[in-house]
Each structure stands twice: as C-alpha cells, then as structure tokens.
C-alpha cells in the first residue's frame, strides 16, 4: 500500500491549524459563566497498593450563588500519570443526583474503589467534572483548579506495587478467568458451590472485601453465600437479587487462627448448570460470580466506614463443619481479580 510522502511544510500547517483549532476552542469555552459548585476529593489512605481496595469520600459544594444543574449529570474521575495519561477512572453518578442539588448546599459520599492491576507505581493526580449523562452538551464549568478541558483538580493519590498486599491464592472450586462482554476491561471468575482461597496468615485483624454476582433466577430456592475461615466462623449472606453486591467482612485475628495460613472459603447453598436450566451451553456447575476478592491488614485499610463493615461471627454448626474440609497446601496461585 502506498501511502505517499508528507512534506515538511505540511506537517507545520497541520500543527499550526489544529493549535488554532484548540485555543479556539478553549477561548470559547472560557467564554461560560462558572457555576459555582466545587468538587472535592479525598482518599481514607494517601498511599494504595495496585489491586486493593480504597474509600473515596466525593464532596460537592455548591455555593449560594450556584445555578439549578437543567439535566443529569455524571460524575467524571480521572486518574493520572505525571504524563497526563490516563489510569483508570471511577466515572458515576454522584449521590443525590446534580439534578437535585440546591444551591448552598455540600453532598458528600463515598464509594469504594478497586484499583486496577496497572503497569505503573508512583504518584497520580486526581481530576474531576461533571458531564451530561445522556451523551449531548458540555462539560459544567466548575469552581477549582481547571486543568483544561473542564477537568479540575482535586488531589493525588500514590500508587504501590502489588506485593504490598496479602496475596490470595486462588485453590479448589474456581474456573478460569473471563472477561465481561459488556466491559473488556473487567475480569471476573466464576466458583463452583464451594471455592477456597488461602492466604498468609497476618495475625492481625482482616477485613474481606467481595464483590460479586449470580444468576438469582437459575436457583430452586433463594441463594445463599457463606463466607468462612477455618472452623467456622463467618457470615451468611442471603443473595436476593442478580445485582452485583458488595461485602466488607472483618475477622479478627483470634478466627485467623494461628496457623500459617488461613482457608477463606465461598460456599453457596446451592449451585445450577446453565445448561440444564436452558440458559445457553455452558454445562459447568456455577455458583458464585466474582468481580474482586480483597484481603486488607485492618489496622493499614485507613477509615473505612463502619456502617459498611459486618464483623463475621460464630455459624452454624451444620455450615460450620461444611466449612472445616482440610485443605492442600498452597498450589501454584492464578491471577487474582
């Protein structure tokens, strides 16, 4: 194929008219009147290993002179390298919605977020922004520190590597990793009725986080997840839709034992075939869909909302002993999510 030769003196008018093109457009989005609602951002812990979970506290602060927002908007997040290249993001929808916000107020939440597995470690600078959730119109025009492009921002954060973490090792009762096809980016692992993870057993207080799904309607009866370590103790947890769920479950360091390492297991009550059940072909068993699987030394977790922490308890003695099946020791580990 021949693609021909481009002069030099081409090159510099391209240069020259995309440069016009963007002042131009930056002159002309200068031009909007600044709403004056102010975003804020901050994290329960300045330093995050890859992989882990962090609390992210969102603040939106509208002043008195702040105009009613005329649609619906999403939240914009971005996180990036000293290059101005784009991690990962944790784009949402702000809670109450911009729609509702009334001027001289401040909204306030926070979100739980998983750090991706990112071939980079060391600091990033967090941008934030507001743009319409329906695709038309522009980004709002807010109060802060505007880094082009109507994204401001709101703080940084540093990233360590990986080996930071307790690292799980994935055993019995797994399937391989799968992508989403409605995210390639998201990788998620199916278990059987029972999966077993281990990991190194800290001494110290834990706290599990699980996200996780399944296909509610696939089961004769209402499933159910237990979370166990050891000899039973643990959480029982009714799944009663096929919405992706979140779980913080803390352990103390007592239920961890004091052995070398520790068997996490994910029992479900029950588990179905797709197959069987007419869904499509897949004839392996299923029962738990799991998105993200983190185990943090509590005391280096930062603040985490007590609101969303169960503390895990004595089960009951059938599930118990379901749960205190001797395990192999530690395999050859696959990819954690």
Known sequence: ?????????????????????????????????????????AANRPRVSLASAVEITYTWKADPQAKKLDQEYRAMVHFLDPHNMSLFDDDHVPEPPPSTWEPGKTYTYTRTKFIPIYPYVGPVEVRMGLYP??????????KGDDAGMREFRVGTIELLPQTENIFPIYKEGWHSMEVSPQNPGLE?????????????????????????????????????????????????????????????????????????W???????????????????????????LVYHLFV??????????????????????????????????PAAPKKAS
């Open 1 to 41: 194929m021949n693609l021909g030769r481009v002069s030099s003196s081409s090159i510099a008018v391209a240069i020259i008219a995309v440069s016009a093109g963007l002042l131009g457009s930056c002159a002309r989005r200068d031009k909007a009147v600044e709403n004056p609602i102010e975003p804020g951002f």
């Open 296 to 329: 943090g030394e509590a005391d280096k977790l930062g603040t985490v909302p007590t609101s969303t922490v169960v503390d895990a308890g004595a089960l009951p003695t059938a599930t118990a002993n379901n749960s205190a099946k001797p395990a192999p020791k």
């Open 133 to 142: 959730a329906a695709g038309n119109g522009e980004r709002v025009k807010l």
């Open 262 to 288: 520790v068997d996490l297991r994910l029992t479900m009550n029950q588990s179905f075939i797709p197959k069987a059940k007419g869904i499509n072909q897949d004839d392996r068993e299923l029962g738990l």
């Open 188 to 260: 998620r692992m199916w278990t059987k009725k029972e999966a077993l993870v281990s990991f190194k057993n800290p001494k110290k207080d834990v706290v599990v986080y699980l996200e996780a799904d399944t296909n509610y309607k696939a089961f004769d009866q209402p499933p159910v997840l237990t979370v166990s370590v050891n000899a039973g103790s643990g959480l029982q947890i009714p799944i009663e839709s096929s919405e992706v769920f979140l779980k913080k479950i803390r352990f103390s360091a007592e239920q961890l034992g004091k052995g070398e």
